[in-house]
């Protein structure tokens, strides 16, 4: 095997430009088209992390907007609850006063009866006192005797107006 050195040098350039030919049509538009992915890639990447980053805000908003949403929702119950709590005591407050007052009409009713009782009381006390003395007299006993029952009776009419 003897070595040609024309053959080669042939072989050498047919290599060189095989491979001219390769980077020129291949390379070139293959790293270009590499660049071109890696580009999209990348910029897929920056609006993913824009989208990533627009959707924690967004979140975060919306968290605070239902915090909000939520903290407003309490102090309306609170507020409603106060306000219930002011009618229940008002209604109470109501009942309470509509009660005293048939309290004190109830009692002065009841001292009336009692002062009309007391009264009917008196008045047949002093109508059987009366007939009483007048079948004394009826008897015939004397005056003096009369005067005497009646300062001796006084004092028992007296007690029954206490």
Known sequence: MELDFGTILVQVLN???LFGLL???????????????AKTIKDNLE???????EAQNKLKELETKLANIEREAQERINERLK?????SNSIIEEAKAEAQKIRETALREINEAKRKAIEEIKEL??????ETFKELLDREIS?????????????KITQIKR
């Open 15 to 17: 290599f060189l430009i």
């Open 23 to 37: 980077w020129v049509l291949l390379y070139k538009p293959l790293k270009q088209t590499l660049e071109n992915r």
């Open 47 to 53: 609006a993913a992390e824009r989208a990533r980053l």
């Open 83 to 87: 306000y219930a709590q002011k009618v």
């Open 125 to 130: 006390t002093v109508k059987l006192v009366t």
């Open 143 to 155: 005056e003096a005797y009369t005067r005497k029952a009646l300062i001796k009776a006084m004092p």
